[in-house]
Each structure stands twice: as C-alpha cells, then as structure tokens.
C-alpha cells in the first residue's frame, strides 16, 4: 500500500488549506484513515482520525477548525484546515489503516502557517 499526501504549502494566519492523501496498491478494507503531523521541535501528535463507520476524533487543538473527510470510492483522505494559525505549522502525515492490519503511511507534506 503506497500513500501520496499533497496539499501543503506557505499560507497566512487565518487562511485555509485542504490536504489530500491517495492511497494505491492492495487495499482491503480500509478501517480507519487519519492525519498526524510533526511540528518543530515536538513529537509527532494526532490532528484527526475518521474510522469506516464515520467516527471521527479531532485533537483539541484544531476541533472546529480542522475537518477530515474520505473519498471511499477512491480512497482519499481529506483534511480541510481553517483559521489556520502559526502553530499549525508542522509536517503532516496521512495513515490508513484496514481490517487485515496493514498500517500505511504518507511521505508527509509541509504546511507553514506565517503571522
């Protein structure tokens, strides 16, 4: 299973992103789909996950601001980034996992958020 994370870039306090995640190769049910990221100098922490029953789980950090969604048919997770704000900058990882314990994940995409 390959992912292909894209989406990230430079953009001002307040703007919006939207990164995508392509996954390819032998998927078989597909369980859970998420977003993790890597800010500067921390550890690597959890922004969103959304499970195939559509559950979904936000970090208090970004709850209202963030929302992850998924393209089943094409197995795509999305993550829409409002109100961004400086601490948002990080790399973020997308990862999937399914029902016969693959755990995939994404090269990880640079979002830059200025002040």
């Known amino acids: 299973v390959q992912l292909q994370a894209s989406g990230g870039g430079l953009v001002q306090a307040g703007g919006s992103l939207r990164l995508s995640c392509a996954a390819s190769?032998?998927?078989?049910?597909?369980?859970?789909m998420g977003w993790y990221r890597h800010p500067p100098g921390k550890q690597r922490e959890l922004v969103a996950t959304?499970?195939?029953?559509?559950?979904?789980n936000y970090a208090d950090s970004v709850k209202g601001r963030f929302t992850i969604s998924a393209d089943n048919a094409r197995n795509t997770v999305y993550l829409q980034m409002n109100s961004l704000k400086p601490e948002d900058t990080a790399v973020y990882y997308c990862?999937?996992?399914?029902?016969?314990?693959?755990?995939?994940w994404g090269q990880g995409t640079q979002v830059t958020v200025s002040s």
């Open positions: 959304l499970t195939s029953r559509g559950t979904t």
């Open positions: 990862n999937i996992g399914t029902i016969t314990g693959t755990d995939a």
């Open positions: 190769g032998r998927i078989f049910r597909i369980s859970r």
